[in-house]
């Protein structure tokens, strides 16, 4: 089995310059993928009058899409896997070992494919994972951040790779019995979960006709309308050329950790006095108002839906004592006092802490400030575009009606303060994140200030079920092996729990405000089988990662066809 | 206002020895407490023809009880209050300054009363929280695990008192401009979340014939049964001297931690192999069984429920490098070994993370091992006793009916197997705690396998609103003040929230079984407004803190009364 020439006994340096010197691509040689295949022949019975367009679109397994939007092993390579784990970002790539997210960075500007293992990635590393050809790491579900991330970036990714031994400080990692060092090359497969020793041959995605056609026929089937979340003007154009109607969730904080804005952020929360606060938020305001006239830009006019700040304030926190450090003298603060302070926002259970609306409640200057960024984003911009942006705000973790009110006050009163500046009159909805089993039981009443609803199924899977998504690693998988639950619930919503909850916010948000818009922003809203349940359960839209956007337009079409 | 003599400027030695020589009780120089007067009236003008005993009842304040049981600070004594925080367990108490739990320990076994403080307590401190005559903490919130103790144990408790800096190592505290060291006294009032320099006089607690009259009408008018939550010999007999009818929530971990035990829990916890976990779970078979058998015995044949394993396995390891060593040795493993097994232990939500029957479900071995104890237990008390023991097994945080019957099945098999070894027949009930939102929805299902269900209205409060007990304290305060929230839910039931998920499955699970028995056994089964609503809501019963039965016994009436 083990005849991956990768693995012929030659000394290391071989093997990589051996790797590096193969063609991205043998294509040419390799048939066309099954989905090619089944896409052709759905095209050709239709033209032939075998088939309706309608019994055709029913023979396309939705989730095979994935196969022509991403990278592939060439079918007839051997296999060497070193590791198994979850296959959490579907594609494959091949790259250096990297250990370190700056690493990774430096690499790539010298044109270097590099692969991130990691033992989890954390929020600091984003500016690694965009680098990177890929990303491994030994811990974490489906749905962790490197997982999440990942799918988002539309790059490959394998977490929870348990046989993977990460040595971050000695730079190696051990792994089917070999110990690798940064510098090596791996290749994952993040379809199949796998890792590989050496650089696989790749077969490139080619988008071909009939995937276009067969789209097109979805397309005037559903009734659901298919967004994108898009955190950056990458992922926006991304979306688009998938056919996204329009960004579903922006990430406001995805923007934060560039490492330019990190250092205001980091002024921001560690700021003792609201003046300095101030100073820090006055940079992040220009740089947000940037990042939202891009995305506005892109998206031409579609709607867009920012989020508000979300994650706990620890996450954008120098980790490493040398960080720390920096910092401190940056701020001109003492170290001890920065570490108080530091501690002070660390938390038990950061999930369930301080963070989404309860920020903008206790801070509501970053509200304001994020508030303002999108409004003089929009004015600029439409001024510019001669039309108007589709803005909507959405509030993040809401579990009451009052909440939501604290929060939409501000923002009102920003966009009044805006309109007075500039004398231009920017239209806007108020919505909220339901991402909490109260809200779901509250959303008459939250419905009464709410101008829209966005489900977060995975919040909602995670406190309805009382399991996080980073720890369900442990007995999830054991679950599903013994049969305790059918599938893992952040790949497919569980109906009859969390899907009730979600029929229950619909009902009664729709008894408020008969035009209330019911969009979902979760890792669901890629998932076919969830897909199904929520054209059932009549939401307006779906949003998903952009490289999951032509999945759930089929999707949605053959819930449609399907009644 | 620093009229207290403490604060005289003496050198702290003196102060000390005047703190220490001040009789515990003034109480003869002070009129009765208001409580008591409350009492004596209502019984006067019941006597007297002026009141119907009803109209007595609704008159007296029933969270006034409390003055009645636990020792106050003289209410003519001036206070100098050097730190303010959350009046967690009621009470007040002074004592000696200690930072470790050990050290609690050996003072207390010199006859020295002291004060446990600590940022934050965790289960490892419970044999120190035990020594001591009063705990501060100075992170976390009214739930918090110092506060839930404390109320358990009828000790007064202030937690989230921020304004001390406490520094451990050094084995000081400062707060309100000045330092305290090891050994100094401090007061605290734990029904005025208040923490005094020096030693304040007390007036102790005499319960009144007045009131053994009040609440034996109260008894003859309430329809909810009054419980206790108990986990040790001293807990159940508080428990029936305050009149509780049962045991509602025994919960088993709190018996882990024991000096002697915890080297087989963690031994347990930390085996490589299952010969190795089989031994230490033989030896905590043992102490459970004694353990259950003078509960039983205790609890004279009336009902007791006992909930399986529940915390994450990583709350029982060592935390300190010293106990790292200790136990590395004993186990005879390498400490890199178990420092990686505790690793992969840790988790990022341990709330929302690996426990509660997903442990039982895990490691199946575990609930046997419980179970066993348990009717080893009762054959030998109902042989003992010539009486049943009314029994309930209750599995923890269970989300899906499929978990409820893995564990059953596994209870029931050990049943089986100690009824053929002993030839005894012991009756017992399998429920479950209803303590996610989706097992609210999903309790139609959940009651075909469940004989009881017992609401854990503290972890259903943390899920439906998606806020852990122990994180709240950075905006939950904050909320309150800016009238965000009414009342901290985690005190008084959050009705229109998580009172309807209740509702919901008290719904759902009648339904399916309508002689099923309904229970709670949160925080808020001793919150009188709570209490309301639970009897609207057709409780059972509940199950409360010991000291807060008669509190509950009084409550419980003046539901009914008030309709």
Redesign the interface.
Known sequence: MRSDPMEDGEPRPKIRAKAISRPMSTATAVPQSRAAAVLHFAVEKVKAGLLTREEALLEIPALMLDELLHPMIDPDFQRCVIARGLPASPGAAWGEITFSPSQAERLKEQGRPVILVRVETSPEDIHGMHASAGIVTARGGSTSHAAVVARGMGKPCVTGAGDIRVDERKGTMSAGGMTLKTGDIITIDGTAGQVLEGAAPMTEPELPPDFTTVLGWADSIRKLRIRANADTPADASAARRFGAEGVGLCRTEHMFFDAKRIRAVREMILAETGERRRASLATLLSVQRQDFAEMFHIMGGLPVTIRLLDPPLHEFLPKSDEDFSEIAANLKMSEEKMRRRSQ??D????????R?C?LA??YPEIAEMQSRAIFEAAVAVEKDMGKPVQLEIMVP?V??R??LD?VKARIDATAEAVRRETGADVKYQVGTMI????AC??AG?IAKSAEFFSFGTN?LT???????R???G??LG??IL????PADPFTSI?V???G??IAIAVERGRKTRPDLKLGLCGEHGGDPASIAFFHKTGLTYISCSPYRVPIARLAAAQAVLRG
Do not use: C, H, W
């Open positions: 002070e926002l938390e038990f259970n950061p999930m369930l802490g301080f989404g309860r409640i206790a973790l579990a009451t009052s909440e604290v991402e909490l089993p109260r039981i509250a009443e919040d995670q406190t309805a079920f009382g399991m996080s980073d720890d369900a442990s007995f054991q679950y013994k049969g305790v639950l569980d009859e729990g969390v009730e909850l």
